[in-house]
T-cell receptor, first 111, second 119 residues
Framework: QKEVEQDPGPLSVPEGAIVSLNCTYS??????FMWYRQYSRKGPELLMY????GNKEDGRFTAQVDKSSKYISLFIRDSQPSDSATYLC???????????FGQGTRLTINP | NAGVMQNPRHLVRRRGQEARLRCSPM?????VYWYRQLPEEGLKFMVY????????ESGMPKERFSAEFPKEGPSILRIQQVVRGDSAAYFC?????????????????FGSGTRLTVV
């Protein structure tokens, strides 16, 4: 079983829709949960991270972590064509340096 | 303010040749990480280095792969006697130090990667 599981998609939605991206993880010791965005032929860029459980909001993006169900979510409101990319969730143990990534979900926002 | 610089962007090697991938971290960053991304897969950790030290190489294949981060110059990921299965995108990331206090994470900045193709 992979430590972090993510549906690879692809996911295609119309512009303006609310997008929900999800991951599950198996290691209950993970404390940091990140979302990265990766455009084609580029490196991943950090969108936001959450420590332990809870929500975090940054503009149109909201990250949620539910440690009881080991579920990680990213919501994108008012989605734009420029949001089209691969979204990667990643987890990290407290005190560790090794990010554990999900497979990535390829998202397309259609104008 | 240059980001993490990786070169070359694309590298083609014949089976059995050596591949050398270079990574210059962001200015002020002393920690370097290498990740590999196989087609249709997420990134997999390979190795974590500080200047002149390998801290964690638990993700490195046991043979043919090595990494270094010398006192001067870029970090190098070296793959000897490449095989077709080594074809992948190799990403380097850097950070300013231990990436987290309690609840705080500095994040890693990734480069644009080197795409290795073995023919």
């Amino acid at each position: 079983q992979k430590e972090v599981e993510q549906d690879p998609g692809p996911l295609s939605v119309p512009e303006g829709a609310i997008v929900s991206l999800n991951c599950t993880y198996s290691n209950s010791a993970f404390q940091y949960f990140m979302w990265y965005r990766q455009y084609s032929r580029k490196g991943p860029e950090l969108l936001m991270y959450t420590y332990s459980s809870g929500n975090k909001e940054d503009g149109r993006f909201t990250a949620q972590v539910d440690k009881s169900s080991k579920y990680i979510s990213l919501f994108i409101r008012d989605s734009q064509p420029s949001d089209s990319a691969t979204y990667l969730c990643a987890s990290l143990l407290q005190g560790a340096q090794k990010l554990v990534f999900g497979q990535g979900t390829r998202l397309t926002i259609n104008p | 303010n240059a980001g993490v610089m990786q070169n070359p962007r694309h590298l083609v090697r014949r089976r059995g040749q050596e591949a050398r991938l270079r990574c210059s971290p962001m200015k002020g960053h002393s920690h370097v990480y290498w990740y590999r991304q196989l087609p249709e897969e997420g990134l997999k950790f390979m190795v974590y280095l500080q200047k002149e030290n390998i801290i964690d190489e638990s993700g490195m294949p046991k043979e043919r792969f090595s990494a270094e981060f010398p006192k001067e110059g870029p970090s190098i990921l070296r793959i000897q006697q490449v095989v077709r299965g080594d074809s992948a995108a190799y990403f380097c990331a850097s950070s300013p130090g231990l990436g987290q206090g309690q609840g705080v994470h500095y994040g890693y900045t990734f480069g644009s990667g080197t795409r290795l193709t073995v023919v």
